[in-house]
């Protein structure tokens, strides 16, 4: 079965770049969340899309905006990247109105140098 | 949200039934109970979600008590490949809702 798609699997930048992070998710999910886990944590979640319209939004700083695409990819944009923001970033899918299960990709993991 | 409480840790041998217990006091009447696991380095999966009694799947048992102040996920003759990080959330069913991940149960299966 189809699952949800990340990338890139693995990204390193400097302090101050940019980073786009990908997810592809499960064909027919209408809706999308991102989640941050840095090292040690727990998932935290940064905010979700349905339909292409934000839907939530957590502690996602204002150095991050995301968007979902009208083919329902979604797109994590992180700007003046800092050391804090080394972490696994998460892309879940769900078919909202039918399922209460949150389908997990397998994450990028971003390192700040 | 209602706020979750999970033992930090335990210890279980293979081929042993593995209970773990959340506390959820201050769950609300239109809250379900679902239970998360998470593997080093990969996303969480989904084991189970119940809202009051008992709920079996294929892989776990989820027992809720008459005032669902607490739940205990039931993993039967857990294997090492049950090593891992158990989730408790409390919250909206829906898929629409957020997953509000508080410190979840570091189960470690020893041959």
């Known amino acids: 079965a189809a699952g949800v798609i990340q990338s890139p699997r693995h990204l390193i930048k400097e302090k101050r770049e940019t980073a786009t992070l990908k997810c592809y998710p499960i064909p027919r999910h209408d809706t999308v969340y991102w989640y941050q886990q840095g090292p040690g944590q727990d998932p935290q979640f940064l905010i979700s899309?349905?339909?292409?319209?934000?839907?939530d939004k957590g502690s996602i700083p204002d150095r991050f905006s995301a968007q979902q695409f009208s083919d329902y990819h979604s797109e994590l944009n992180m700007s003046s990247l800092e050391l804090g923001d080394s972490a696994l970033y998460f892309c879940?899918?769900?078919?909202?109105?039918?399922?209460?299960?949150?389908?997990f990709g397998p994450g990028t993991r971003l390192t700040v140098l | 949200l209602a706020k979750t409480t999970q033992p930090i840790s335990m210890d279980s041998y293979e081929g042993q039934e593995v209970n773990i217990t959340c506390s959820h006091n201050?769950?609300?009447?239109?809250?379900?109970i679902t239970w998360y696991q998470q593997f080093p380095s990969q996303g969480p999966r989904f084991i189970i979600q119940g809202y009051k009694t008992k709920v079996t799947n294929e892989v776990a048992s989820l027992f809720i008590p008459a005032d669902r102040k607490s739940s205990t996920l039931s993993l039967p003759r857990v294997s090492l490949s049950d090593t891992a990080v158990y989730y408790c959330?409390?919250?909206?069913?829906?898929?629409?809702?957020?997953?509000?991940f508080g410190a979840g149960t570091r189960l470690a299966v020893h041959p």
């Open positions: 201050n769950i609300a009447t239109n809250d379900y």
């Open positions: 899309f349905y339909e292409k319209m934000q839907s």
């Open positions: 879940a899918s769900s078919l909202g109105r039918l399922r209460d299960e949150q389908f």
């Open positions: 959330l409390v919250g909206l069913s829906g898929g629409y809702n957020k997953l509000i």
